[in-house]
């Protein structure tokens, strides 16, 4: 099943919203000029909502879309393009998050880097 929106970061202090902006440029239309409020950096990729926001959680930065009108069926496919065009370790949640879960299932992410693609367990709070 799509996802509403999709949330991945990248860790690499390097990759910053131009190099966002050329590679969802390609990956799903041309952007709009970033504005920014405070430490968040908003655009539109096409119909989409963006938003990135540097060292979100340490030196992560996160990306979501805010549309289910993306390239991508879920969070996975999206982090695994990502990192394909940038060459950044990239994280995401396995699955859609819901309020319910534990702190230990909140935990669960995936992380595609240079290893290949695992399961790990990241404190993110």
Aim: charged residues 30%; proline residues 5%.
């Amino acid at each position: 099943m799509r996802q509403p929106d999709i949330e991945i970061y990248l860790k690499d202090a390097d990759v910053d919203h131009k190099a966002i902006t050329a590679w969802l440029t390609q990956a799903i239309g041309p952007c709009t000029e970033w504005a920014q409020k405070g430490q968040t950096w908003k655009c539109q990729a096409d119909n989409v909502p963006v938003t990135w926001i540097p060292k979100a959680v340490g030196k992560w930065n996160s990306l979501c879309l805010d549309s289910d009108k993306t390239p991508w069926e879920d969070d996975i496919a999206c982090a695994r393009a990502a990192f394909a065009a940038l060459k950044v370790e990239v994280r995401c949640a396995p699955g859609t998050w819901v309020e319910e879960e534990s702190d230990a299932e909140a935990d669960q992410w995936i992380r595609i880097s240079v290893d290949g693609e695992e399961e790990i367990t990241w404190h993110t709070s």
